[in-house]
């Protein structure tokens, strides 16, 4: 819960700098609430699992996205709320999962969700490695936009970042109530 909520924060200050409207806001903020809903069905001794993920659980940890889109494209969510879910581990240059969608098939909503979820991680402890910090994750961010990540997002994000004196702006009393 912790993570899908701290990714709908910082997608929520992206959309808004970024001057989207109110309802591709709050879309947006449940497809960032929602995005590894499909987790629920792997294992949690895979989730928690300290050290490297054998193959066949790292397979099972992707497949996490097709979970999510399955558990929801049944239901009447507005716009494209699913397939958003659905591509937020997709990268521009096309080495992205599952589809290997290249740029210009991704979402703007699924590329906002994919930097939003990298952000919050790398800045995050996980049972497999210890957080590796805002710097780590700037350069992540910076020689990846582009390749990986779409520009003007991360452009988006660093200036945010910059302007809140190079902290997590996400975590704020303010956002934590």
Not at 154 to 167: G, S, Y
Request: glycine residues 6%.
């Amino acid at each position: 819960f912790g993570h899908t909520r701290r990714v709908s924060l910082i997608a929520e200050r992206i959309a808004k700098e970024l001057s989207w409207g109110e309802n591709r806001i709050l879309e947006l903020k449940m497809s960032a609430e929602l995005h590894d809903i499909g987790k629920i069905l792997i294992p949690l001794e895979i989730l928690n699992k300290p050290g490297k993920l054998s193959d066949l659980e790292y397979k099972m940890v992707q497949e996490h996205v097709q979970q999510s889109y399955d558990m929801l494209k049944p239901y009447s969510f507005p716009s494209q709320l699913p397939e958003a879910i659905y591509q937020h581990h997709e990268r521009l240059d096309g080495k992205g999962y599952p589809r290997g969608l290249l740029s210009d098939k991704i979402l703007p909503e699924a590329k906002i969700l994919a930097i939003c979820d990298v952000l919050e991680s790398m800045i995050s402890h996980r049972p497999y490695r210890q957080a590796l910090g805002m710097d780590a994750t700037l350069k992540e961010l910076r020689e990846n936009a582009g390749p990986k990540y779409d520009k003007d997002i991360v452009d988006v994000v660093l200036r945010v970042i910059h302007e809140n004196n190079n902290k997590p702006f996400w975590l704020t009393s303010e956002n934590l109530s």
